[in-house]
């Protein structure tokens, strides 16, 4: 686990988060790439912030966790940036803002409850 990773994503939640990443780019408002997720953030347009754990240097996302943090926005983890690259049409990404979920209402409450949980211990990671 790399040190700018603050919490485990369990598998369950990590397919969700990645789901709801796909629909969010075909339906809502995705920004890629680190600089465009800063962006969002700041503004104050991101809703949730998904960061990879295979990022190469780490300094890449090091401070996202944080800075999320600080606006309190919700972010999680999933394990490759491949895999986030994907769900919104490019080969990889490092991290990924979704500024509008779209339809996606239910799955996004649903999706920060597990995070607020994975942060607190409150779940099982089932690997």
């Given at each position: ?14 397919k969700a988060?990645?789901?709801?990443v796909e ?85 996004y409450k ?18």
């Open positions: 686990m790399e040190s700018y990773v603050k919490f485990q994503t369990p598998e369950t939640l990590e988060v990645l789901d709801m629909n969010s780019y075909k339906t809502g408002k995705v920004r890629k790439g680190t600089n465009e997720v800063v962006k969002s953030i700041e503004r104050g347009e991101s809703k949730l912030v998904v960061i990879a754990e295979d990022v190469s240097p780490a300094e890449v996302v090091y401070y996202l966790p944080t800075l999320c943090e600080e606006r309190k926005v919700p972010y999680v983890y999933v394990k490759k940036k491949s895999d986030l690259g994907l769900k919104v049409g490019i080969a990889s990404a490092a991290s990924v803002s979704i500024v509008d979920y779209g339809k996606n209402d239910d799955a649903s999706i920060v409850s597990q995070i607020n949980d994975a942060k607190s211990g409150k779940s099982e990671n089932k690997e």
